[in-house]
Each structure stands twice: as structure tokens, then as C-alpha cells.
């Protein structure tokens, strides 16, 4: 508990932190107003900057290049001046020494070798310079050692391009001359009298073989930093691709995920519950309508908005803490923004129970609209069960698996059982065996609907007579409706007993002649008491067609609801239904109720037929385009079965009827024909004029209908049982329908088949107006 009361302090501190909450959040506000516009400069000039990057990169280098290229032209110069200095002096020091040998010509000889091997000790000279004396004709006197084959020679013959060497000495400085093809610089200095020279000689090639291994080597290595840079450039962009990459994956599973939440309506909650903190997604704002921050919520902040009523989030946080429970699902109001209560269901689990830093995560469910939706779903339903409760009649609906669904007291009380023994789910088989047994119970006749169905006259406890008519659900329940008709019975008995009577009547006139006006008047009374027992029993079944006729009507208000809210419930408009049980289940009170409602329609036609209550207007009817409409409305059953409808009607058909009425009959007629006929069948529809009427004839080849079936069809609630029509939907009440609406419209109706081979139906209707005043 000392967590809790930690929570609950710091729930009762967040008041009196507020002030100083809000001068915190004034100061980083200005921190953040002052650093925001810089960080927004530098996110705006960081693309700028990246595709800089080689541009400074590829500067750098010729830089660098233009650097190392002056370099390498500064220190060829150097060289190529040294190596002129060099042989400057050299040939100057040569002169000098041999000048002061002595002036006789044998002293001068010997002083010849004796100098140049002097100036081959100078350390600045290499084994490539050629030193050389000469005489006063420029033959060559005296030689370094690895020239020998100078000796002897002119140097005007082997020198090319030295005659200014040769003219001014010292005065023409160091210049380049031909040698044996090759390129040298040359240096000579002569004597005052010109009796003799000397001469200093170096290859250019020997002069810049250091220079160019310095050139080989900067170009290597400017190769190889120029190589190391553009691997690196390479290798920056790739990891800088891969981290926009990234980033655009994170960003885009970040607004995916953002998506979700808020298009599912629900919100991230991360609880850290030893820090008593808590971390709300954007999403979670946005459903409560408050102003979405970064910093984590306390517990405090939390609770104040939960409704007192739906729990206490430090209770539930100290069953966690308390290792009581590790998950969370619960379902309670939160106050928006606007002060109003939001229903929200929070579900969440311990990360890690072991740790001990307990940790949830899980997400808030807005189920605002769901609840509204199950509220009205339960008015609805009930809505339905007061109506059902209301009707005069007894109702009991039962599962495919024969579990009771819904009854009301009227059903209780005929099978002598109270309203807790009919629990809803309850087996038919344990209903039956408690319920009080009928006295007595005799089937009538199959109803022969699309599912199958049968109608019983039963003989309850007390007396009384029911008719129960038992229906075929879609789904494969029964609903059953049962009519208190004990006054039909009695009448019926009445009448049993008055034809009893007349028959003993006529068979004592036969034998008391006599007494024969005594008779006559006795019967003559009983036939007007059973004349009007009959009138009365037509009455009753006047009233009986009345009543189905209110009661489909009233049936048909809250199917509709039920309809409408299914349809709602099974598309989700107002959100998911939170399982796919519930869908289903949504989807199969849909279909249940538009079945339920056809039936219905089907018995408040009939039953306003009946009585006498469903008016034609009869007016002049192009048939051509009717029968198009009626096509369209089948088109789709027939093209699930392959089958073919072939119409040929002539425009200029006309006839003498209620458009509506017809409209329906053929609509009835063909959906039987597609109903019966088999895959890939034929349905053929043709229409003329005979005898000043219009004949209107639908065949098809289908099952066909047995012999002694066909004076059957045509009365409510008949259908042929054969094997094709186990598999068919249907009521028994589309050719009673359309058979009443031909006769309304002063026509008639008539069904030749063969069992096996198909089924013609011709519908005669007036053609004119003065035949259908004659035909009255």
C-alpha cells in the first residue's frame, strides 16, 4: 500500500505544483523560442550542406594538386639552377688551378689530371657531370674517367649548338647543348690568353632524375588521398542514404501507426508504475481533445479525469504492484475536453513480471459508439419482445439446435409452465417433458414453406382449442404462432351436430310419414340455425383473415428496426463490433428478419385479399417493358443457375389492368420457374391476344408437378414436396397471390405440367376495358 499512497500524495501534490509547473513550462518555452528559429535554420540548411559535400570535397583536391604542382615547378627550378651554379663554378675552379700549374706546357700537363680530379672530389658533383680541359682549338687535353672517348676529340665536333661556349667562355653562362643526342647543360671557362679551356658538363636527364622520383611519388600519394577521399565520399553517402532510409521508414511506419490509432479510435498508453508516471500516444489526445504535450502524465493527472464511479486507477495500480493480477482490462468514463464522459476500454499487460520496475503497456479503445449501439440494439430487441408480448396469440421462436429462444406469457400459460421455467436457451426436449400434455393434438396439413413447416390443432388442459402454425426459420429454427380457434371449434361442432341432427331428421320423415310437417318445419328450423352457424363461421374466418392482417402489420414496425440496425451492426458504420462472432451474428438477425418480413408480406397480401381489403386500379398496360422489369428481378437467381429466359413479347401488347398486380404475378411466376428448373435449364415467355383477352404464358423445364398435386396449388400455404423443392425456399403463397390478383383484375389462372418434363402457367387478362366490363 505504500505505492498507493505515494500515487495518491503525488495525485494531491499536482495542484499545488501548478504554479510552478507553469513557470517551468514559460521558461522553456523561451528557451525553446530562442533556440527553435536556429534549430530551423540548420534543419533547412542541412540538405544544402549535404550535396556540398563532394563539391568541397573535389576544391579540396585541386588545391591540393595546384598546391603540390607549384611546389614540384618551384623545386625544379632550384634544381635546374643549382645544377647551372654548380657547373659554373666548377669550370671557373678548373681554370684557376690549371692556370697556376706553371706556364711550361710539361707542367701544365701534368697539373691537367691532378685538377680535374680535384673537382671530382667537390661533394656537390655526381658521377654524371663530364669535366674536361681543352686546348686552345677546343681539342680535349684532359678528362674525367668515365668519359675517356672524348679524349683527343674537338669539342666543336661533338658539341652541338656550343659555339657560345666556345666564343665568350665564362661571359655565355651555363647553356643547354646536343650531345650524342643527348640534351646537357654545358659550362666552360677559358684562359686569359685562350690557350686552354675547361668544361663542365650534366644531362639533363641526371640533373632531374631526383626531381622526377619526387614528381612519381607526390602523384602517388595525391592518387591515393584522392582515392582514400572519394571511398569516403562513397562511403558517406551511402551510410547518409541508408540513414534517410531509415529514417523514411521510421517516419512512415510512425504515421502508419499514428493512422491506425486514430482511425481505430484508440490510443497508446505506456505505465511506468514504479515512477507512478504515465505516457499518452498523440492519438490518445486527440480522442479526449486536449492539446497533445511531450512530457509523461502522473497517475494524479490521470485519475482526475476518470469517472469516480468506473473504478479507482490507484486500487488497480496496487493490485499490480502487488503481483494480484499482471494484465488489465477494464472498462470505465473518461471527461474530455468539452467536460463530457467518454466510454473507453483500457487493456494492458506487465512487460516483464519478474522485473522490479513494473512496467505496462497496452492501448485505450474509444466505446462510445459501441455502447450507444448495444443500448439501442437493446431497446430494439426490447421493443420486439413487448410487441410480441402484446399480440393476442402465443410466440416461441426456437434455435436450430431446438434451445428456446424467445416466447411470451400467452405460449406459458397454454403449456401450463411459468416464465422461469422458460429460461432462453433452454432444450425444447426439457420444456416439453415439464409442460402440461395436451389433451388432444392432430396435424392438419404441411405448410410446405421454404424450409418445411406444419400446422396442428391442439386441445390444451382447460379446454380450449389452438391452431399452432410452425415455420422454418433461415437459419434452421421453428417459429411458432398458435390462434386460440376454440370458438371455431365449437362452431364446427354445432354445425357436426346439426347435420347429425338433419340426418336423423330425413331418416325419421322416411320412416314416420305422418308426422312429416312436423319434420319439415323442425328442419326447415334447423337449416336456419345451421345456415346462420355458417354465416357466423364465415365470420370467424373473416375476422381470422383480419387479424393475421393487423397482426403481420404489426409485426412488420419492428422487423423493419431490426432490420435496419442489423444492416448497421454488419457494415460497421459506427465501428467495429470488436469480434467477427458479432458480425456473423449481425449478418444472420439480417437475413432472419428479411426472411420473417417476405413471410409477413406474403400473409398481409394474402390476407387483405381475403378480406376483401386490396383494391386494383385497372388502367391500359404496355406489357413489353413490365416483363423486361420483372426479368431484371430474377436475372440474377437465373444467371446463378445458368439458366436461359427467352421473352418474346410484341410491343404493341397491351392489356386492361392493375399495372402493380401484374407487375407482381410475373415477377411471382418467374421466380418460381427459376426456383424449379434445374441448372442450365430453359424458361421461355411468350404473350398474345386471344379471344379479346391477353394470354400470358411462362414455361419452363423443370421438376414439373405430379397430377395429383396440381388442384393443391394455388390455396394459401400449398406446395408441391418433391425432391426439387426440399432445397427451395418459399411460403406456399406466390401462386395463391397471383392467382387472387388475376381474378381481381377480372382474369384467371390456370397450371398444366408433366412431372419431369416442366410447367406451363397461363395468366388470362382483360385485353380491353369493355371486356373487362362484360366479364363483371
Partial sequence: MGKADAWRADGKRTHARASAAKHRSALAGTARSLAHPAYQRLLAAEPILRRSI?????????????????????????????????????????????????????????????????????????????LALTDAKFKVTAVSPDQTGLLDRSLEQVIIGGQPLFLFGERAGVLTVSMNGEEWYAAMSLMPDRSAGAISMISHEAVFAEWRKTVSLNV????????????????????????????????????RIDLALVRGRCGLWDWDLHRGRMYWSRSMYDMLG??????????????????????????????IVSKQTDQIDHIFRMRNAEGQWVWMRARATVVDPDADEIHLIGIAVDVTEQRTLAQQSEAADQRL????????????????????VMCNSKFAGDVGLSLDDLAEG????????????????????NSNGPFGGATYERQVADGRWLQVNELRT???????????????????????????????????????????????????????????????AEAANRAKSEFLANMSHELRTPLNAIIGFSELMASGFFGPLGSERYAEYARDINSSGTY?????NDILDMSKIEAGHFTVDREEVDLAPLITEAVKVVALQA??????????IADTLTAFADKRAVKQIAINLLSNAVKFTGQGGRISVRARHAAGALMLTIEDNGCGIPKDALSKLGRPFEQVQNQMSKNHTGSGLGLAISRSLAELNGGSLKIRSVEGSGTVVSVRLPAQQHSQLRAA
Fill in 290 to 319: 486536449y492539446e497533445a504535450f511531450d512530457s509523461m502524465l502522473s497517475f494524479g493527472d490521470v485519475a482526475e479525469i476518470i469517472h469516480p464511479d468506473d473504478g479507482d486507477l490507484f486500487a488497480l495500480a496496487n493490485r
Fill in 426 to 445: 433452454t432444450e425444447r426436449r426439457a420444456i416439453e417433458q415439464r409442460m402440461t400434455k395436451f389433451v388432444s393434438e392432430r396435424r392438419l396439413a
Fill in 639 to 648: 444467371q446463378a443457375k445458368a439458366i436461359t429466359i427467352d421473352t418474346k
Fill in 220 to 255: 602517388t600519394l595525391y592518387v591515393l588521398t584522392a582515392g582514400v577521399m572519394i571511398v569516403i565520399l562513397y562511403a558517406y553517402f551511402g551510410q547518409a542514404s541508408r540513414a534517410r532510409s531509415a529514417d523514411r521508414i521510421y517516419l512512415e511506419a510512425h504515421q
Fill in 474 to 536: 433461415r437459419d434452421g429454427g421453428i417459429v411458432s404462432v398458435g390462434s386460440d380457434i376454440t370458438q371455431l371449434k365449437q362452431h364446427q361442432e354445432r354445425l357436426t351436430e346439426s347435420e347429425r341432427r338433419q340426418m336423423a331428421t330425413i331418416h325419421d320423415l322416411s320412416l314416420a310419414r305422418r308426422a312429416e310437417e312436423e319434420r319439415v318445419a323442425e328442419l326447415a328450423d334447423l337449416n336456419t340455425k345451421y345456415m346462420h352457424e355458417t354465416e357466423r
Fill in 596 to 600: 420473417l418480413l417476405g413471410v409477413i
Fill in 385 to 404: 419482445r413487448t410487441a410480441i408480448e402484446s399480440i393476442s396469440e402465443s410466440f416461441v421462436l426456437w434455435d436450430a439446435d431446438n434451445r428456446l
Fill in 54 to 130: 563532394p563539391s568541397l570535397i573535389v576544391v579540396f583536391l585541386i588545391v591540393v594538386a595546384a598546391t603540390r604542382v607549384l611546389s614540384l615547378m618551384t623545386s625544379q627550378d632550384e634544381v635546374e639552377r643549382n645544377a647551372r651554379t654548380i657547373l659554373a663554378l666548377t669550370a671557373a675552379d678548373i681554370i684557376r688551378g690549371y692556370e697556376h700549374a706553371g706556364d711550361t706546357p710539361e707542367a701544365r700537363q701534368a697539373a691537367s689530371s691532378s685538377t680535374l680530379n680535384y673537382a671530382r672530389g667537390f661533394s656537390s658533383l655526381s658521377n654524371h657531370h663530364v
